[in-house]
T-cell receptor, first 114, second 115 residues
Framework: DVKVTQSSRYLVKRTGEKVFLECVQD?????MFWYRQDPGLGLRLIYF???????EKGDIPEGYSVSREKKERFSLILESASTNQTSMYLC?????????????FGDGTRLSIL | AQTVTQSQPEMSVQEAETVTLSCTYD???????LFWYKQPPSRQMILVIR??????QNATENRFSVNFQKAAKSFSLKISDSQLGDTAMYFC????????????FGKGITLSVRP
């Protein structure tokens, strides 16, 4: 089974801090994604990556950046955390080029910015 | 751009009964994929069922089946013989064909199964 591991289930940070959310997958998937999930808004795509050192903006990239130095790891960075970034963050991965292959999700990180 | 609409925020069903969750979408694409994902209270999202738009036959997976109406751009999920473990948030999602396509999700619906 595919395993997508997010480094923290819960995280509390202060405004202005630089925050790193880490995601690792163990199935050699090319595609990796970061979403945020908010009540009443569903899942919104922040950034995604189709290959090492490659990244593309999703629907809500403002205030975030990403890093993919190795195929299995995709990091989400909040450069200067703000209270409106308090949310649930979900990482996902999938095979490249397989059109109907599902995305596999991690357990999520509930991030609170105080 | 594609949009996915789940107009019902919450639903409730008695155990062993059947429930249908609605989803509509808007796209100008002819070939695409549709998915239903389930997120139980433990939070990990898992795939329930998928449908290829070029297939006329509705997908089924055990107690889960879809009613795919391409012309109406409707993609509802039917859960038969509801079980307590079906309690979860359910998300409808759309994906264009293409190697690097991404998912567009609806806002989700919270389903509660009553004992």
């Amino acid at each position: 089974d595919v395993k997508v591991t997010q480094s923290s289930r819960y995280l509390v940070k202060r405004t202005g801090e630089k925050v790193f959310l880490e995601c690792v997958q163990d199935m050699d998937h090319e595609n990796m994604f970061w979403y945020r999930q908010d009540p009443g808004l569903g899942l919104r795509l922040i950034y995604f990556s189709y290959d090492v050192k490659m990244k593309e903006k999703g629907d809500i990239p403002e205030g975030y950046s990403v890093s993919r130095e190795k195929k299995e790891r995709f990091s989400l960075i909040l450069e200067s955390a703000s209270t409106n970034q308090t949310s649930m963050y979900l990482c996902a991965s999938s095979l490249w080029g397989r059109f109907n292959q599902p995305q596999h999700f991690g357990d999520g990180t509930r991030l609170s910015i105080l | 751009a594609q949009t996915v609409t789940q107009s019902q925020p919450e639903m409730s069903v008695q155990e062993a009964e059947t429930v249908t969750l609605s989803c509509t979408y808007d796209t100008s694409e002819n070939n695409y994929y549709l998915f239903w994902y389930k997120q139980p209270p433990s939070r990990q999202m898992i795939l329930v069922i998928r449908q290829e738009a070029y297939k006329q036959q509705n997908a089924t997976e055990n107690r889960f089946s879809v009613n795919f109406q391409k012309a109406a751009k409707s993609f509802s999920l039917k859960i038969s013989d509801s079980q307590l473990g079906d309690t979860a948030m359910y998300f409808c999602a759309f994906m264009k064909t293409g190697a690097n396509s991404k998912l567009t999700f609806g806002k989700g619906i919270t389903l509660s199964v009553r004992p």
